[in-house]
């Protein structure tokens, strides 16, 4: 009896232990390019409000250490605004930009309450 106790416990411990290092805790991402550990490991080496975690399909993928919106949205206006697109409106989830014509849609998304991942189109750096 004794022993299967033991078993039992050590065998909880090891499948808590695969849980955390692998971050499994965490929501589903919508990426498929990158794991829910090399994210957590991508803000836990930076010290920036918002953070390029991966690119691909056409889209960007950023995301923003912070639980507040506003200022969510305020970093990401503030990332365009580099790149001469011109705020113009929030409607939903999504923020709209302009720029010489051509409009762009980045859209947020809550992750957890303390991230946000934001999807922007490849064709802001242009």
């Known amino acids: 009896m004794k022993k299967i106790l033991i078993t039992f416990g050590l065998i909880v411990v090891l499948a808590g232990a695969f849980v955390f290092y ?3 805790y965490y929501p589903p991402l919508p990426i498929e390019t990158i794991s829910k550990k090399e994210v ?3 803000l836990n080496k930076s010290d920036e409000k918002i953070i390029k975690i991966t690119s691909g399909n ?3 993928w950023y995301i923003v250490n912070e639980q507040d919106q506003s200022i969510v949205d305020e970093t990401i206006i503030d990332l365009l605004s580099q790149k001469d697109w011109v705020f113009e409106r929030k409607d939903g989830s999504g923020l709209f930009f302009e720029k010489q014509g051509e409009d762009l ?3 947020t998304q809550k992750w957890t309450g303390d991230y946000s991942l934001v999807d922007i189109p ?3 750096d242009k």
Do not use: P
Request: proline share 0%.
């Open 105 to 107: 849609i980045v859209t």
């Open 58 to 60: 056409e889209k960007e």
């Open 40 to 42: 957590i490991e991508k």
């Open 22 to 24: 692998n971050k499994l």
């Open 122 to 124: 490849m064709k802001f």
